[in-house]
């Protein structure tokens, strides 16, 4: 049986969100941190890299440092709390995405522990990978961490930067399980209004 640990991502700003905690956002009934949980659920072991929320206590958390810089320091802050288990695989969710729980069992029934690349990552039909919906070889992710902190003398802010340093294979998705919530407009998209979640800051149109 494949055994792998688990990195959520949870700690974002939301800034287009007007600053809200989106993972406290219910879509059919369901927090999207909770999609997250489920989706990590079969992990060896697990750490949502965010701050502290009563309905997530059972799971350990940890704060990236510094604080909001990045994905990839937040990725990095998730491996080494991660470091007294090592397993070969490790999966990492942002726990901002719907069907969370469904696109990663569509991504493991694509991994195997023996092919050559470092991992294997969510791709939509428009051909958009999505890094932070994906399964990557552990020593692989660390690897191109510390070359990301070496060359560049800190840690990038996006994962998509990292994927250059990772051979990566495609897990060719459905829009719908790929995507995630980051606007006001992504809101609608799924069914929610808006106006009752955001402050009213954040329904400005903004421009472009």
């Known amino acids: 049986m494949m055994e792998w640990n688990a990195i959520v991502l949870a700690g974002g700003r939301a800034a287009r969100l007007g600053g809200i905690d989106k993972c406290a956002i219910e879509i059919g009934g369901r927090r999207l941190l909770d999609a997250a949980l489920a989706a990590t659920a079969g992990a060896s072991a697990r750490v949502i890299v965010g701050p502290e929320r009563r309905w997530a206590r059972d ?4 704060l990236e440092e510094p604080r909001y810089g990045g994905t990839q320091v ?3 802050a998730g491996l080494r709390a991660l470091a007294d288990t090592p397993e070969q695989l490790t999966a990492v969710v942002a726990a901002d995405q719907p069907r969370a729980d469904d696109a990663l069992a569509e991504i493991m029934k694509e991994v195997r522990p023996q092919a050559p690349v470092d991992g294997w990552v969510a791709m939509d039909y428009g051909g958009n990978r999505h890094p932070l919906l ?8 660390r690897r191109a961490l510390a ?3 070496a060359e560049a ?3 990038g802010r996006q994962m998509q930067g990292l994927l250059s340093r990772l051979t990566v294979r495609p897990v060719q998705l459905l829009g719908y ?3 995630d919530i980051d606007t006001p407009i992504e809101l609608v998209e799924h069914g929610l209004d808006p106006e009752r979640i955001l402050p009213r800051e954040a329904l400005r149109v903004q421009p472009g």
Do not use: I, M, Q
């Open 59 to 62: 799971v350990p958390r940890v």
């Open 153 to 155: 003398g800190r840690l």
């Open 134 to 141: 994906a399964v990557y070889r552990t020593e692989s992710l």
């Open 147 to 149: 070359a990301e902190r």
């Open 177 to 179: 399980l790929c995507a």
């Open 74 to 76: 937040a990725v990095d």
